[in-house]
């Protein structure tokens, strides 16, 4: 089971090497528990997912992977090995990073150890089959992942909507709401008319608030 989120820090020692891998990765996040920044897996609050977001001027020296996410493990003498759960994020533009990381986290939940959901045939997990289709969810750039139940790839919609009436005059009320995609439409009523967004024909006004922004 998962802890709850507990937030992000920084890490500033040592510097980033310019050229990472998996193994790189595993080592930073053991070398942190070891420290006592984060528990022991086996212990009290320690069944973590990780994810480190890589800063600029670094690149996966393999190659050809925008993230990835692994199961490191660290023995502890004489018979005490533990198991960890990290994934690891590119330096690149925000939209590629947010569905980079919407990808590792999807997988690392439904294939944490690299022995559970994944396509016989080829290894694909649950993110790699839909990588290709990609949306935005209340401004976040997304990718979508497979569904079994629906046996299609899916991105999941946010249910809750952001709604603002506003009554201008006693025979006159807006609302303003904030889409999936993060940015404002608008809908009115005057006394003797129907609702202009009738139909679902709500009206643009730009802006944009990223989830999960209430103003």
């Known amino acids: 089971m998962l802890a709850p989120r507990t937030g992000a820090i920084t890490l500033t020692s040592p510097d980033p090497p310019s050229s990472f891998d998996d193994g790189g990765v595993g080592d930073a996040l053991w070398n942190m528990i070891d420290n006592n920044v984060f528990p022991e897996p086996d212990n009290s609050g320690g069944r973590n997912a990780y994810c480190l977001f890589m800063p600029p001027g670094t690149s996966y020296s393999p190659g050809g992977a925008l993230g990835a996410h692994s199961h490191p493990t ?7 090995i533990d198991t960890s759960w990290v994934a690891w994020v590119g ?44 949306a935005f969810v209340r401004g976040v750039y997304v990718e979508g992942h497979w569904s079994r139940r629906r046996n299609a790839c899916v991105i999941p919609q946010s249910t809750a909507a952001i709604v603002t009436p506003v009554a201008q005059m006693s025979d006159q009320l807006d609302l303003f709401v904030v889409g999936n995609d993060g940015r404002v439409y608008t809908s009115w009523w005057h006394e003797g008319s129907d609702w202009s967004g009738i139909n679902d024909n709500w009206r643009s006004i730009g802006g944009f608030f990223p989830s999960p922004s209430t103003d």
């Open 74 to 80: 660290d023995f502890d003498f004489p018979f005490d």
């Open 91 to 134: 330096f690149a533009d925000i939209n590629t990073m947010t569905r980079s990381f919407g990808h590792e986290m999807a997988e690392t939940c439904t294939d944490p150890e690299s022995d559970a959901w994944y396509v016989d045939s080829d290894g694909s997990e649950i993110g790699d089959m839909c990588n290709t289709r990609r």
